[in-house]
């Protein structure tokens, strides 16, 4: 969401006039700050009910197996599937609300963008500030994305190492150590699929405004016997792209 937010943010500066300006996605995001903390709210009552199976399968083996009552287990059986309800409900509320977070920021974001857009254009030309409402569209989809509810989810992390320690400190361990090497297989991948990716999505952006710039003068080109030439150059532009988006897929 990064490289979209400031294109908005730096079109939206050129567009105005005046020195000074806001960050548009910081405020929009101070505007809708409230139901952010309302996903918020829902994310920590989901991480603590996460916990359910796991703690059904600990009382089913400390209890259950060694009473043999069959009434503890249906009355566990009960909470937990009563629990895992409720998280499934909460998971679907969130997931609205944060598509409808999105939807809001869209809205208070694109006016602003597109007027940015046609300011800059008449003034400077070009075709760099064209892909703005499509930042906006990505800056929308992310916020209403489970992506962006893992990220909801991630300070809660804290709850499940604290539920390891007192389980097994050895437990413990073993998930820290393996999350750590996690992260640095992450972090391996992203510095070797960044550059080729970065050049998968420019190359296919020159290509999709090479189409557009095209089709803006289609009568001259087909007047002229030029759209062979014009679809061949399109396709070297277009293939291109893809074998960058290949190589970093592969």
Request: proline letters at 4%; glycine letters at 8%; zero cysteines.
């Amino acid at each position: 969401m990064g490289v979209p937010a400031w294109r908005i943010d730096d079109m939206v500066n050129l567009g105005h006039s005046g020195p000074g300006q806001d960050d548009p996605v910081r405020a929009a995001f101070t505007a809708n700050r409230p139901l952010f903390a309302a996903a918020f709210a829902f994310s920590a009552v989901m991480s603590i009910l996460a916990l359910t199976t796991s703690f059904y399968m600990l009382q089913v083996y400390d209890r259950v197996l060694n009473s043999r009552s069959v009434d503890t287990l249906l009355l566990l059986t009960i909470i937990a599937v009563v629990a895992i309800a409720v998280f499934s409900a909460l998971d679907s509320l969130r997931l609205r609300l944060l598509a409808r977070i999105g939807m809001r920021m869209a809205n208070t974001l694109a006016p602003d963008v597109l007027r940015a857009m046609v300011s800059t254009t008449s003034q400077n030309g070009g075709t760099a500030v064209r892909t703005g409402l499509r930042d906006v569209e990505t800056i929308r989809n992310f916020i209403g994305s489970a992506g962006f509810g893992a990220l909801l989810d991630a300070p809660f992390i804290i709850v499940y190492l604290l539920v390891l320690w007192l389980i097994d400190p050895v437990f413990l361990a073993i998930v820290v150590v393996g999350g750590g090497i996690l992260v640095l297989i992450a972090t391996a991948n992203q510095r070797a699929t960044n550059p080729p990716l970065t050049r998968a999505l420019a190359q296919a952006a020159r290509a999709h405004e090479f189409a557009e710039d095209g089709l803006r003068n289609a009568d001259v080109r087909e007047g002229m016997g030029m759209s062979n030439a014009f679809v061949a150059r399109w396709r070297e532009q277009w293939i291109a792209s893809l074998s960058a988006g290949t190589l970093a897929a592969d």
